[in-house]
Nanobody
């Protein structure tokens, strides 16, 4: 299974970016997907997740109301629409996949078995 994330870039505060994660090697059926981010010198942190059915989504509080995670199981893609970006959103963003992640673990990187390479997002003030 390969995950490839792209869409990062350098933007100004208040701008929007859309990250995409393309999955190859298997279908997304029963694979819960998530986005994590890691800023320089900090630990990797949870950003957003979506159940394989797309029926439930989860967000970390700092991005609620600004970020939207979505998925297209037919196209094997997961997107992260990021609006009203702030300098504190600057980080490398990673997409990840896991098989039927239990709710209590949805925010834990350890719950996800498949990881893509990061895509860098830099937000200038």
């Amino acid at each position: 299974v390969q995950l490839q994330a792209f869409g990062g870039g350098l933007v100004q505060a208040g701008d929007s970016l859309r990250l995409s994660c393309a999955v190859s090697g298997r279908t997304l059926r029963r694979i819960d997907m998530a986005w994590f981010r890691q800023a320089p010198g900090k630990e990797r942190e949870f950003v957003a997740a979506t159940r394989w059915s797309g029926g439930y989504t989860y967000y970390t509080d700092p991005v609620k109301g600004r970020f939207i995670i979505s998925r297209d199981n037919a196209k094997n893609t997961v997107d992260l629409q990021m609006n009203s970006l702030k300098p504190e959103d600057t980080a490398d963003y990673y997409c990840a996949g896991g098989s039927t992640v239990i709710t209590s673990n949805v925010r834990s990187p350890d719950a996800y078995h498949f990881w893509g390479q990061g895509t860098e997002v830099t937000v200038s003030s």
